[in-house]
């Protein structure tokens, strides 16, 4: 149980564009998911809290009009990468709460190159 | 959240136990301890955590000292697949909106 997928798992796209990726609890419900980005050698950085039916809360340094996060339901949280350059070009991961244990569930990563 | 402090990087042999230490000395009373980890090119995987008592699942034990200070995660029978970073890492328990903060966490490197 606890099982959180996202898609896609690789993506490679031309500067400028926005890109989409998802991220869904499989076997829970989840109000609460979190997004995270590592570079190569780096520890996870917290981007931003997701909740479920509200804006979502960002971390500093983060822009939030360039990390678009959506977080209809209780199963899918959305974050859109919009006019993304080279720089943008990480390991993006996602986690989802599981409420009655406390515990967050991590997705198996997306990996974005930005040409 | 209070820090944590781990050693950069650990060795064990096949088969035998690994012991992996976290020191978390300004960690409060409703914190609990969680340890995580990430094997190469992949989202962090849930291992354990606790709060004052000592646990123990499929994967691991978590044995945290009494004074709450630190804490050790025990893999009893480390495998080659058990090659990864480990994070040890403290958060205030029942707040829905309080994210895990990673440090630099432990490479443990398992050999044959």
């Known amino acids: 149980g606890a099982v959180v997928s996202q898609h896609p798992s690789r993506v490679i796209c031309k500067s400028g564009t926005s890109v989409k990726i998802e991220c869904r609890s499989l076997d829970f419900q989840a109000t609460t998911m979190f997004w995270y980005r590592q570079f190569p050698k780096q520890s996870l950085m917290l981007m931003a809290t997701?909740?479920?039916?509200?804006?979502?809360?960002?971390e500093q340094g983060v822009e939030k009009d360039k990390f678009l996060i959506n977080h209809a339901s209780l199963t899918l949280s959305t974050l859109t990468v919009t006019s993304a350059h080279p720089e943008d070009s990480s390991f993006y991961i996602c986690?989802?709460?599981?409420?009655?244990?406390?515990?967050?569930?991590f997705g198996p990563g997306t990996r974005l190159t930005v040409l | 959240d209070a820090k944590t402090t781990q050693p950069p990087s650990m060795d064990c042999a096949e088969g035998r136990a690994a012991n992996l230490p976290c020191n978390h000395s300004?960690?409060?009373?409703?914190?609990?301890v969680y340890w995580y980890r990430q094997i190469h090119s992949q989202g962090p995987q849930y291992i354990i955590h606790g709060l004052k008592n000592n646990e123990t699942n499929e994967m691991a034990s978590l044995i945290i000292t009494e004074d709450r200070k630190s804490s050790t995660l025990i893999l009893p029978h480390a495998t080659l697949r058990d090659t990864a970073v480990y994070y040890c890492?403290?958060?205030?328990?029942?707040?829905?909106?309080?994210?895990?903060?990673f440090g630099k966490g432990t490479t443990l490197s398992v050999s044959s």
């Open positions: 890492i403290v958060r205030v328990g029942g707040q829905a909106g309080t994210a895990l903060i």
């Open positions: 300004t960690i409060s009373g409703n914190e609990y």
């Open positions: 986690s989802a709460r599981l409420d009655s244990t406390d515990t967050q569930y």
């Open positions: 997701s909740n479920e039916g509200s804006k979502a809360t960002y």
